[in-house]
């Protein structure tokens, strides 16, 4: 139990484009949703936290109008990277939290790479 | 400001031997306590847990220890494989909301 999957695995995009990441928890439902970023050997940087329903809330630093964050269902976030830089590219990792508990279950991650 | 420590960054371990990792937390309001294993390229995946309210538990060959007057917890791995190289994250949270992950180790099992 507790899958979450995320859509696409990898993606390669060309600057100034955007790209839309989904995140579904497959088999329990998600009341909050997490994204978070990941460079090469570093730990996890939380980027926003959304809730269902409700607009994301975003860490200090994390541009809300360059990563929106729609959270617009119980098994289902998505994460658009709008107007894509080289600089954006990254490691974006989901996760998700079920109803009264704790527990955070990640997705398997999203690579982007833009050109 | 690291809300949590981890040490060592790296580790390498004979196979069969035992691998330790250990994490310092300051905010005595954390009240959940997870270690998260990471394959390259893949996403973290949830290993085991503890609360505050036990010093020990076990699941297979991973046991959490749990030391609440020191704030220090810890991972061990006892009978190293390979198959168990990777990174770890220690987390803690006292909402759920926000988690303070550690800055990862690196661990390597030689065959």
């Known amino acids: 139990g507790a899958v979450v999957s995320q859509h696409p695995s990898w993606v390669i995009c060309k600057s100034g484009t955007s790209v839309k990441i989904e995140c579904r928890s497959l088999?329990?439902?998600?009341?909050?949703m997490f994204w978070y970023r990941q460079f090469p050997k570093q730990s996890l940087m939380l980027m926003a936290t959304s809730n269902e329903g409700s607009k994301a809330t975003y860490e200090q630093g994390v541009e809300k109008d360059k990563f929106l964050i729609n959270h617009a269902s119980l098994t289902l976030s998505t994460l658009t990277v709008t107007s894509a830089h080289p600089e954006d590219s990254s490691f974006y990792i989901c996760?998700?939290?079920?109803?009264?508990?704790?527990?955070?279950?990640f997705g398997p991650g999203t690579r982007l790479t833009v050109t | 400001q690291q809300q949590v420590k981890q040490s060592p960054q790296s580790l390498i371990v004979q196979k069969g031997g035992i691998s330790i990792i250990n994490c310092a937390y300051e905010n005595t309001a954390f009240d959940y306590f997870p270690w998260y294993q990471q394959f390259p390229g893949k996403g973290p995946a949830l290993l085991i847990a503890?609360?505050?309210?036990?010093s020990e538990k076990k699941e297979g060959r991973f046991t959490i220890s749990f030391n609440k007057s020191a704030k220090q917890f810890s991972l061990h791995i006892m009978d190293s494989q390979p198959g168990d190289s990777a990174t770890y994250f220690c987390a803690a949270t006292n909402t759920g909301n926000q988690f303070y992950f550690g800055t990862g180790t690196s661990l390597t099992v030689i065959p």
């Open positions: 088999d329990f439902q998600a009341t909050t």
């Open positions: 996760s998700a939290r079920g109803i009264g508990g704790y527990e955070q279950y």
């Open positions: 503890i609360r505050p309210d036990v």
